[in-house]
């Protein structure tokens, strides 16, 4: 504790958050990508990602992290995007609090069931849009 503020009675002021992983997240999934695509000797592999959740009170670093993902899409126009990677939407998707006889009544953040289906058919069709250039021939 602060010294100080414990000497006058008010509170110590918390320390900002440590956002350092939030803004390397694109830099870490741009390099994610390429490697797998290495990995397997597929370059032209399709990388489908979805977009995370922003439930309420999430802090700073759940919106760096969530631009990132925006950015790195080949089709965000900005200059992160990374060929072949795509991304999609859950925002809309209803939450495990959602899910019928869910135990899990207060969680906002993960996507439920059938949030989960939607998404999966969601990334198959954006999959089956943009099939690696081998799969075209």
């Not at 000497?7 to 440590?18: I, Q, V």
């Not at 390397?24 to 489908?48: C, S, W």
């Amino acid at each position: 504790a602060d010294a100080k503020a414990g000497a006058t009675g008010a509170k110590a002021t918390p320390p900002p958050p440590d956002i350092t992983n939030a803004e390397n997240y694109g830099k870490n999934l741009t390099h994610f990508i390429a490697r797998v695509r290495e990995q397997f000797h597929v370059p032209d592999m399709p990388f489908v990602y979805a977009m995370i959740t922003r439930p309420t009170g999430a802090g700073p670093g759940r919106d760096i992290v969530r631009q990132a993902l925006r950015d790195l899409d080949q089709n965000s126009g900005s200059p992160r995007a990374v060929r072949g990677a795509f991304m999609v939407q859950t925002d809309d998707l209803p939450r495990r609090k959602d899910d019928p006889g869910t135990p899990y009544p207060n969680d906002e953040e993960h996507v439920g069931t059938p949030g989960m289906l939607t998404e999966g058919a969601r990334m198959a069709e954006t999959l089956n849009a943009h099939p690696p250039a081998a799969a075209k021939k």
